[in-house]
């Protein structure tokens, strides 16, 4: 029992040396590759820099204790922090006490629901936002965000909660551009780029083998924050309207009290949620594609518990919300994680930095933050989802669309909100009218095809319907006219069978609605008869009186259906 909450039980008996000689070197590579990154994604949401780093200490060490994930790394990623800045700027004015204190306040009950939801087994309910819809989500996002950061390359003071209003203000402010910024946000954003292009493949030709060059590529963005920084410090930039970090506390994450306050927990409930499943989606997302590498298995409901407790710690020392980061989860794993204790590594590192690095960081120019964010987020554009679901469902494409649109021209908390509603009802409309088959027997087997793609067998007095969905109040309506209309047009018919190896559940409305066929039929003359019930279905059907009162019988195949009601015995 006590391993199944704290799977920490479970890994860390079988922990070994090469086990931590692995761990150790991947915590190594990502805690270079996370100290620029926390900085930057701190002033994606708003908050100070430091807010990036503590968020990334003990909520990846909580995490290593009750997460499931073998490489997932726990920390600030582009999609929530923009999230964040989104939510609790609605409630208060950034760079003040009750920004920093919303924030808190935020991971905390994110944290809380994250809680609940893994200790009542509640992870299924992150299946309600379509894969589809959070691929135009999180796309969207990506142009937000890389919009967002337009203003630090620039060096100016834009604003805005949408891509137009950003898009906007950037234009209002191009008079106020700093030439040195942009010269340091335009070549640390280029820098960047080649770094993920081409830089592996300059170092392998050079000789270096190709883990060797992964790592220094890895490295990528430090280089980008060194130079960067020397040469604010060496010209004296920062006197010339260069925007830095500044001082950064050289300090462990401290103790800090989110607030309770009745007013703000109302105005955050809805953004606090909408992160939740956001982040649980991202994150198992990331958890169960890692460790199907290695066969290894991930439980939902145990991760919304780790990410749950993960995010109650960011909240009681300094941090804001966090989740499952794709790219530190893939650096993690690529540089060869065994368990959760790299993440554990990766939080002493991060300490160590926060102690005694933190004071290098001062001439950091926020150009070059902004650089790594826009480069990070720019992977997550992918229109393709569009050509695809256009290809595949209109009905997708045109969710997709809507969730894009809503996201870019109102903002991201609107936009994931149609994504999760239009999730919703495409599952509802789907859902509401099945696909509805009528079957014949294929001559010379047992099997029963749809008439209108096969060659079957079928007999006038006796008409085989096959559902393929469960029935429940949306669809039972459909399915009660579909049987009646269908049967009022042949006067031949005696009995009507309804094929079930499909439905594998049958709510209250959906029995009336099989009751009042059942009815109908009869004063048409016409017998009702079920086939291939799953048990499951049937023992709630004996459960009522249903099965007395229907005019037929329920046969354990439709081959065994046909044999009886047919007097010229088709199945032969």
Known sequence: MLKTYFPILDWGRAYNKQALSNDLIAAVIVTIMLIPQSLAYALLAGLPPEAGIYASILPIILYAIFGTSRALAVGPVAVVSLMTAAAIGEVAAQGTMGYALAALTLALMSGVILLVMGVFKLGFLA??????????????????????????????DASGHNLLELVLSLFEHLGQVNLPTLVIGVTATGFLFWVRMGMKPMLMRLGLSAGAAG????????????????????????????????????????????????????DLAVPALLISVIGFVESISVAQTLAAKKRQRIDPDQELIGLGAANIGAAFTGGYPVTGGFARSVVNYDAGAETPAAGAFTAVGLAIAAVALTPLVFFLPKATLAATIIVAVLSLVDFSVLKHSWNYSKADFMAVLATILLTLG???????????????????????????????????????RNILRHEVQTHPTLLTIRVDESLYFANARYLEDYILNRVSEDKALKHVVLMCPAVNFIDLSALESLEAINLRLQEMGVTLHLSE????????????HFLNALTGQVFLSQYQATHELTPLNVAK
Do not use: C
Not at 128 to 146: K, M, R, Y
């Open 215 to 266: 790592v220094a590529t890895k490295a990528g963005p430090v280089l980008a924050v060194v130079f960067s920084t020397v040469a604010v410090w060496a010209f004296g930039l920062a006197d010339q309207g260069v925007r830095i970090v500044g001082e950064v506390p050289q300090s462990l994450p401290p103790l800090t009290m989110p607030s309770f306050s009745p007013e703000l927990l109302r």
């Open 410 to 448: 109102v903002g991201v908390e609107v936009g994931v909100s149609a994504g999760v509603i239009l999730s919703v009802l495409l599952y509802l409309y789907r859902t509401s009218r099945p696909h509805i088959a009528e079957v014949g027997l294929v001559a010379g087997t047992e099997h029963f």
């Open 533 to 544: 019930v799953k048990g499951p279905v049937m023992d709630r059907l004996q459960k009522t």
């Open 127 to 156: 299946n309600f936002l379509s894969h589809p819809v959070i691929a135009g989500f999180i796309t969207a996002s990506g142009i937000i965000i890389a919009a967002s950061q337009l203003k630090h390359i620039l060096g100016v």
